[in-house]
């Protein structure tokens, strides 16, 4: 285990639904990442939080919003997603001034 | 920004042979180089990196190379196992900036 742990690990939602992604790191890093994995392309960075405050966002459509309450957790809340935005969505996280990060297991998302 | 290439996509080789991936870079400012590995149903895991004030580093069975001149990187693992099988990922990295991923290796090792 890297000590970042994902939640739910699988999720099929519905393009009206709204659900939540969970990330939680026990590693005292003070900087969390969302990514997605999509098959047969390079993971996209969406999002970077450093000391809670985001300081990243790749040009993420606004159905995927963020929340970072504190540098343990890290949530994507979901809304109105459309059938390509199934993937992987991978957490991470580094401690500032090292730039080694560590992933978590993932949430498989499909959107119907 | 930075451009990151992977080959190949696909390697098969017999147990006991050696794999090489090799990347290549577009941003000579990138200076840490991740090696990650991601088996089935699991996040990637890191499995060796190196900067750029460095040319080669070993552990144990894995090695990665890097010219700086050239822009460009491999990842070696000899006398290979059923257990590497996975996909592997470069990445390249300017200290304080986002992480540029290639596109994937998938290794299979067979026995």
């Known amino acids: 285990e890297t000590g970042v742990t994902q939640t739910p690990r699988h999720l099929v939602m519905g393009m009206t639904n709204k659900k939540s992604l969970k990330c939680e790191q026990h590693?005292?890093?003070?900087?969390m990442y969302w990514y997605k994995q999509s098959a047969k392309k390079p993971l996209e960075l969406m999002f970077v939080?450093?000391?809670?405050?985001?300081?990243e966002n790749n040009s993420v459509p606004s159905r995927f919003s963020p929340e970072c309450p504190n540098s343990s957790h890290l949530f994507l809340h979901l809304h109105t997603l459309q059938p390509e935005d199934s993937a992987l969505y991978l957490c991470?996280?580094?401690?500032?001034?090292?730039?080694?990060?560590?992933f978590g297991p993932g949430t498989r998302l499909l959107v119907l | 920004g930075e451009n990151v290439e992977q080959h190949p996509s696909t390697l098969s080789v017999q147990e006991g042979d050696s794999a090489v991936i090799k990347c290549t870079y577009s941003?000579?400012?990138?200076?840490?180089f991740p090696w990650y590995k991601q088996e089935l149903g699991k996040g990637p895991q890191l499995i060796i990196d190196?900067?750029?004030?460095?040319g080669e580093k070993k552990d144990q069975r894995i090695a990665v190379t890097l010219n700086k001149t050239a822009k460009h990187f491999s990842l070696h693992i000899t006398e290979t196992q059923p257990e590497d099988s996975a996909v592997y990922f470069c990445?390249?990295?300017?200290?304080?900036?986002?992480?540029?991923f290639g596109t994937g290796t998938s290794l299979t090792v067979i026995p």
């Open positions: 991470a996280s580094s401690q500032e001034g090292v730039e080694t990060q560590y």
């Open positions: 590693l005292g890093h003070n900087a």
């Open positions: 939080y450093n000391f809670k405050e985001q300081t």
């Open positions: 941003d000579s400012a990138s200076n840490y």
């Open positions: 190196i900067r750029s004030n460095v």
């Open positions: 990445a390249a990295a300017h200290t304080g900036n986002q992480f540029y």
